[in-house]
């Protein structure tokens, strides 16, 4: 069982094991329903485990989004491609090319004990009232799910590249404006993306937006808004 990509708990025939994970969502324990550990590991920079205890694929998660190969073991598969836990690189390039902002193609991210690379596409967030574009390994949502105000909800994910992703951050900001509740409360005012956009992000933007929710994109936007201010508050009401 997961909460977002963070395991959280396992089921194995008639027992119920409660997983518990660290800050960015790497399991570190797990307990059985009597409250006794059956599972621990300690982690080295690289996401390599140390210190087991336990059945090592009792647990066969690892770093966000990936788990491990119980025949290759320190090989971790991350949905798009192997990520090899003795090396902290993958083992084949990243699928959207220079537009992971990876240079190597091969590399995995700049700080393990604050980022993830749950799936390497871009994503568009909602915080407070400030909708920006991130990486999934900025990994936005785990940073501020511990606090209430600054909570932050992915309101689109898996775009296929950042022009994009800013297309749709630039539909979703005009979106917000026309809501007479939070126009006065949105943060970055100014456009996400500016007039005479030569890469044409707003139009790659609305054409993924209708590619994934038709031409209807527009009221899924509406409800992805409300959504987040209905589930997170911040003094903000949403129509």
Same mark, same amino acid.
């Given at each position: 069982?997961?909460?977002?990509?963070?395991?959280?708990?396992?089921?194995?025939?008639?027992?119920?094991?409660?997983?518990?994970?660290?800050?960015?969502?790497?399991?570190?324990?797990?307990?059985?329903?009597?409250?006794?550990?059956?599972?621990?590991?300690?982690?080295?920079?690289?996401? +390599?485990?140390? /210190?087991?205890?336990?059945?090592?694929?009792?647990? !066969?998660? +690892?770093?966000?989004?990936?788990?491990?190969?119980?025949?290759?073991?320190?090989?971790?598969?991350?949905?798009? +491609?192997?990520? /090899?836990?003795?090396?902290?690189?993958?083992?084949?390039?990243? !699928?959207?090319?220079?537009?992971?902002?990876? !240079?190597?193609?091969?590399?995995?991210?700049? /700080?393990?004990?604050?980022?993830?690379?749950?799936?390497?596409?871009?994503?568009?967030?909602?915080?407070?009232?400030?909708?920006?574009?991130?990486?999934?390994?900025?990994?936005?949502?785990?940073?501020?799910?511990?606090?209430?105000?600054?909570?932050?909800?992915?309101?689109?994910?898996?775009?296929?590249?950042?022009?994009?992703?800013?297309?749709?951050?630039?539909?979703?900001?005009? +979106?917000?404006?026309?809501?007479?509740?939070?126009?006065?409360?949105?943060?970055?005012?100014?456009?996400?993306?500016?007039?005479?956009?030569?890469?044409?992000?707003?139009?790659?933007?609305?054409?993924?937006?209708?590619?994934?929710?038709?031409?209807?994109?527009?009221?899924?936007?509406?409800?992805?808004?409300?959504?987040?201010?209905?589930? /997170?508050?911040?003094?903000?009401?949403?129509?």
């Amino acid at each position: 069982m997961f909460q977002g990509f963070t395991p959280v708990a396992k089921i194995q025939g008639n027992k119920a094991y409660s997983i518990i994970s660290d800050h960015i969502g790497k399991p570190i324990q797990a307990i059985d329903d009597n409250g006794e550990l059956v599972w621990s590991c300690d982690y080295d920079i690289y996401g +390599r485990l140390k /210190n087991v205890k336990g059945e090592r694929t009792f647990i !066969p998660f +690892r770093q966000a989004g990936q788990i491990e190969d119980a025949e290759l073991e320190g090989l971790y598969y991350n949905r798009y +491609r192997w990520y /090899n836990s003795e090396t902290g690189t993958y083992i084949s390039q990243d !699928p959207i090319g220079l537009a992971g902002n990876n !240079p190597t193609l091969y590399a995995f991210v700049k /700080n393990l004990n604050a980022e993830v690379d749950i799936l390497g596409p871009a994503t568009v967030y909602l915080r407070n009232n400030e909708i920006y574009v991130g990486k999934a390994k900025q990994n936005a949502k785990t940073r501020y799910k511990s606090d209430k105000v600054n909570s932050a909800t992915d309101i689109f994910t898996d775009i296929p590249d950042t022009d994009t992703a800013q297309g749709v951050e630039d539909v979703v900001h005009d +979106r917000l404006l026309l809501n007479k509740d939070l126009t006065d409360k949105v943060k970055n005012i100014n456009k996400p993306v500016r007039i005479g956009d030569k890469k044409g992000r707003r139009k790659d933007g609305i054409k993924w937006l209708k590619q994934k929710y038709g031409e209807n994109y527009l009221e899924e936007i509406d409800k992805k808004i409300k959504d987040h201010y209905s589930e /997170n508050g911040n003094g903000c009401k949403a129509k």
